[in-house]
Nanobody
Framework: EVQLQASGGGLVQTGGSLNLSCAAS????????IGWFRQDPRRERDGVSC????????FYKESVKGRFTISIDKAKNTMTLQMNSLEPEDTAVYYC?????WGQGTLVTVSS
């Protein structure tokens, strides 16, 4: 079965850190671009960061630049999003996506 499994969300105070993981089964991250999106009830799902499978180039939403880092471990077929200096505005359900396939989402809550 082809699927993505996101994990690592939780409750953290402002300024704290979380590390999100996305594990793939049934396909390889080595062959597809992959990224993180997030959505809270007030907004549409929004792209946060993505990484190219060809050259490893990355993209970050302006508001997370310098705070979030995306990476891939091809050997483990997992993607991570290291999130530092978290702010209440980062509160959302975070989803991983690759080639149109969505993971189930993991909730990140940042308290002020």
């Amino acid at each position: 079965e082809v699927q993505l499994q996101a994990s690592g969300g939780g409750l953290v105070q402002t300024g704290g850190s979380l590390n999100l993981s996305c594990a793939a089964s049934g396909f390889s991250f080595a062959n597809y671009d992959i990224g993180w999106f997030r959505q809270d009830p007030r907004r549409e799902r929004d792209g946060v960061s993505c990484i190219s499978h060809t050259d490893g180039s990355t993209f970050y939403k302006e508001s997370v630049k310098g705070r979030f880092t995306i990476s891939i471990d091809k050997a483990k077929n997992t993607m991570t999003l290291q999130m530092n200096s978290l702010e209440p505005e980062d509160t959302a359900v975070y989803y991983c996506n690759s080639d149109g396939l969505w993971g189930q989402g993991t909730l990140v809550t940042v308290s002020s």
